[in-house]
């Protein structure tokens, strides 16, 4: 899929709420990307601090770096979002991408079920996920 119909197809339905657009676009690169259980939550109603996670797994190394850089392209170039900040890029295990509002945990699988941020944040919505090709 290319980046604008990404851009486009998550317009359409968070006009109201940019930071939800953000999300939803990351989630959805990651997903073009082959990322794996893929989860955004909603955590407006517990911190002032941000309003969404987005969470996904990758394989590998190289697959983690492509679904960041791939996320970076999107929220950047197409939504003129900047990244704040990145951790974890070069080790890989769990690279984190913050843009303001929205942040990003990509992490391997062994690193994901270890920290399990979606039970630590356990009390945040879900944002249902349209039913987009390759999602699980």
Partial sequence: METTSIVSETAAATDANPSLQLALAAARTAADNRGRDIVVL????????????????????????????????????????????????????????????????????????YYALEQLWSQAERVPLPEWPGLE
């Fill in 42 to 113: 909603d955590m407006r109603a517990l911190t002032p601090i941000f309003d969404y996670f987005v969470i996904a797994t990758g394989n590998s190394r190289r697959q983690l770096h492509a679904i960041s850089e791939e996320i970076d392209h999107t929220l950047e170039d197409e939504l003129g979002d900047r990244r704040m900040s990145i951790e974890g890029y070069r080790e890989s295990r769990w690279i984190v991408l913050d843009y303001g509002s929205v942040i990003v945990h990509l992490f391997d699988e062994e690193t994901r079920d």
